[in-house]
């Protein structure tokens, strides 16, 4: 290998707060996440490229050396790999990368993977930085912003029934440029038993995503966001947002039955096609209802019967919970806004309405 340039280093580590924060431009043209597929889909920094110097196979083999042979077997063998899979990613990802190329590496802790891959895109010429303390830095700097972010948000909450148009308003409201955080979009999840809608993020990765969300807000501007419990699916909100929405003002949205029936049809449409799935959902509410019930709605579902399956778990499940969960939760969310509907005409009247009058 040549020797390293007189004018190429690994600069010195970088940290968090120093140089990067949400919603600021990163100083760097490429934030590069040195560990595993594994540990990248679990979560990772914004924006961040996945250009792993171990496998997820290799890494656990490393570590099993590690624990039951020596700590140097574990050394040459991942060494061994690292050499390979940096050897790969020079020419493949950094192959297009001219002279001025910057990065930032981090891997867990800022340890000999991202050091590792550091040193050798130095020795090519390139100004490389690796980020200190890893991503173990980032996830107490994310910790620590959804503790301090939100209690400065102006929130207003958007509250109202099962069916009753809540997410169309606040995708209304976001087309008209008001702030709106949609947690069931972050959360892959609509709230409810039913209301699964793909592989949910993991909850490092959902408070990530969160913070990101919430930094790009102005605090002198509302946040509109859907009434929910702590959780959602299998994520949780952070404290400070669930203490800053509970004490928020809001509206309560209003609609009659019929047609909160007929929403709910064409909003959990995508669980009709799989009848067994769908009957196994509901036997996720076997802990409020009695087998008897149970066994009415699987039986609506075998008929294909969607409105009378709707209209019964609206009468029976969710209205109930509704009204418990709200006058505890939502105290303050309870300025009723009638709608005959939730179409986009009249969603989008609410919204200009409420853009103008309280933004």
């Keep these: 290998m040549p020797p390293l340039p007189t004018n190429t280093s690994v600069n ?4 968090l707060e120093a140089f990067w924060g949400f919603g600021n431009p990163c100083p760097f043209d490429e934030v590069l996440d040195v560990r595993t597929p594994a540990e990248f889909a679990g979560d990772h920094l914004p924006d961040a490229v996945n250009v792993p110097v171990l496998s997820d196979a290799e890494r656990i083999e490393v570590g099993t050396l590690y624990r039951r042979t020596s700590a140097f077997q574990a050394a040459r063998v991942g060494a061994a790999y690292m050499s390979a899979n940096i050897a790969m990613h020079l020419r493949v990802h950094f192959s297009d990368k001219g002279k001025e190329y910057k990065p930032l590496l981090y ?4 340890g000999q993977r991202s050091s590792g891959l550091a040193h050798v895109l130095a020795r090519v010429g390139w100004r490389v930085s690796v980020l200190n303390g890893g991503y173990k830095a980032y996830r107490g700097q994310v910790l620590k912003g959804l503790a301090s972010v939100p209690p400065t948000l102006e929130v207003r909450i958007v509250s109202g029934a099962t069916g009753s148009g809540k997410t169309r308003l606040l995708h209304a409201l976001a087309a008209r440029g008001a702030q709106v955080l949609d947690l069931e979009a972050l959360a892959g999840h609509r709230g409810s038993v039913l209301g699964r809608a793909g592989p949910q993020p993991s909850q490092p990765r959902f408070d990530s995503l969160l913070l990101a969300a919430v930094s790009r807000f102005d605090p002198a501007r509302p946040v509109w966001i859907e009434a929910e419990s702590n959780r ?4 949780y909100l952070p404290a400070a947002l669930w203490a800053t929405m509970r004490a928020a003002p809001g509206i309560e949205l209003q609609m009659p039955a019929a047609a909160r029936v007929r929403h709910l049809v064409e909003d959990y449409s995508n669980l009709f ?4 799935a769908l009957k196994g959902l509901l036997q996720r509410l076997a802990p409020k209802h009695d087998t008897r019930q149970l066994e009415a709605w699987c039986r609506q579902v075998d008929a294909r019967k969607w409105n009378e399956l709707a209209a019964s778990l609206l009468a029976i499940h ?7 969960s709200n006058e505890r939760y939502y105290p303050r969310a309870n300025d009723p806004v009638t709608i005959g509907d939730a179409e986009a005409a009249e969603i989008d009247a609410l919204a200009a309405s409420l853009h103008k009058d309280r933004d």
């Design 273 to 276: 096609g799989d009848p067994d």
């Design 318 to 324: 969710y209205d109930p919970a509704y009204a418990a």
């Design 232 to 235: 959602i699916g299998d994520v």
């Design 12 to 15: 010195a580590p970088q940290s």
């Design 107 to 110: 891997c867990w802790r800022g």
